[in-house]
């Protein structure tokens, strides 16, 4: 079954400590994103990645970081020096066609909180 | 970089009307604008995309136009059912290669269809 995988569902941490979130696609995308959800804020773009050890920041990248060692796999790290880090986390992936981009799917996504 | 902008945030129509929601972009580079449809609990699922190089699309009851000049493109949902409620995302793109990977979502409206 192709597609692209997070986990876990919901995460719980403490203040102060840092959680990888993680992000699996077996649908052989080389492009993956990181998205924070938050009630009116819609989709902010934290990391993304167009090759295997290649990322670049997003619109809100402080407090995170991303490794891409792997083409399948994309972890996003919230540090603790993200200020508030309890939203809703959302990973996608896509592939470009003859230099053209295509839709983008995305995973179930993750719920952090902190407490 | 891309700014998306969507305005209302939120929409609310009657059953059987049409809804129009409407996004602006700033990047005159971005070619590729899909929007994307979240219901509650669940991930954004593309409905329907254009490119730079087509000023409108249409998928059964859902259309999408876009005016590069002025830099927006509207979604038009016609017939509208309850369960075309949802929250509705657009995005703006531009062709694959390192930073022009980026994919940038406005802040989304909730459409509400009344019965």
């Known amino acids: 079954d192709g597609g692209i995988t997070q986990s876990p569902k919901y995460l719980f941490r403490k203040e102060g400590q840092n959680v990888t979130l993680s992000c699996e696609q077996n649908l052989n995308h080389d492009a993956m994103y990181w998205y924070r959800q938050d009630p009116g804020q819609g989709l902010r773009l934290i990391y993304y990645s167009q090759i295997v050890n290649d990322f670049q920041k997003g619109d809100i990248a402080e407090g995170y970081s991303v490794s891409r060692e792997k083409k399948e796999s994309f972890p996003l790290t919230v540090t603790s020096a993200q200020k508030n880090p309890t939203a809703f986390y959302l990973c996608?992936?896509?592939?470009?066609?003859?230099?053209?981009?295509?839709?983008?799917?995305f995973g179930q996504g993750t719920r952090l909180t902190v407490v | 970089g891309e700014n998306v902008e969507q305005h209302p945030s939120t929409l609310s129509v009657q059953e059987g009307d049409s809804a129009v929601i409407k996004c602006t972009y700033s990047?005159?580079?971005?070619?590729?604008f899909p929007w994307y449809k979240q219901e509650l609990g669940k991930r954004p699922q593309l409905i329907i995309d254009?490119?730079?190089?087509?000023g409108e699309k249409k998928d059964q009851r859902i259309a999408v136009t876009l005016n590069k000049t002025a830099k927006h493109f509207s979604l038009h949902i016609t017939e509208t059912q309850p369960e075309d409620s949802a929250v509705y995302f657009c995005?703006?793109?531009?062709?694959?290669?390192?930073?022009?990977?980026?994919?940038?979502f406005g802040k989304g409206i909730t459409l509400s269809v009344r019965p």
């Open positions: 254009i490119r730079s190089n087509v």
């Open positions: 990047d005159s580079a971005s070619n590729y």
């Open positions: 995005a703006a793109s531009n062709a694959g290669g390192g930073a022009n990977s980026k994919l940038t």
């Open positions: 996608a992936s896509r592939t470009f066609w003859a230099g053209a981009a295509t839709e983008a799917f």
